[in-house]
């Protein structure tokens, strides 16, 4: 049975920095694309950052506009762990975050980002930056 377990959400100020975990069971991330997925109050979900890595070993990251150069999506694979690093926070990065599992073949792109291509999903973890 597949399982993913967000950690790491919390409140913070803006321009300040966060991690956020994903711990995945039941199935082993190599050739799975991941995800990381949030949705602000009043707002559809939307796709931050995704990293797809093959045979256990790298990972090719792809991210929205809108994080790009401030979140790092990384996976630790001995540990079936997820990270996203969270730098220089803003209050409109406030949102619940899900991590995301998807065994489609997906296009790399845009595609990666977009919440109805992901099979599976954690609970969520809250983040909430003030001004």
């Known amino acids: 049975q597949v399982q993913l377990v967000e950690s790491g959400g919390g409140s913070v100020q803006a321009g300040g920095s966060l991690r956020l975990s994903c711990a995945a069971s039941g199935f082993t991330y190599s050739n799975y694309y991941m995800g990381w997925i949030r949705q602000a109050p009043g707002k559809e979900r939307e796709g931050v950052a995704a990293?797809?890595?093959?045979?256990?070993?790298?990972?090719?990251?792809y991210y929205a506009d809108s994080v790009k150069g401030r979140f790092t999506i990384s996976q630790d694979n001995a540990k079936n762990t997820m990270y996203l690093q969270m730098n220089s926070l803003k209050p409109e990065d406030t949102a619940m975050y899900y991590c995301?599992?998807?065994?489609?073949?997906?296009?790399?792109?845009?595609?990666?980002?977009?919440?109805?291509?992901?099979?599976?999903w954690g609970q969520g973890t809250q983040v909430t930056v003030s001004s």
């Open positions: 995301a599992a998807s065994r489609r073949d997906l296009a790399w792109g845009r595609s990666l980002l977009l919440p109805g291509n992901y099979n599976y």
């Open positions: 990293i797809y890595t093959s045979g256990g070993s790298g990972g090719s990251t």
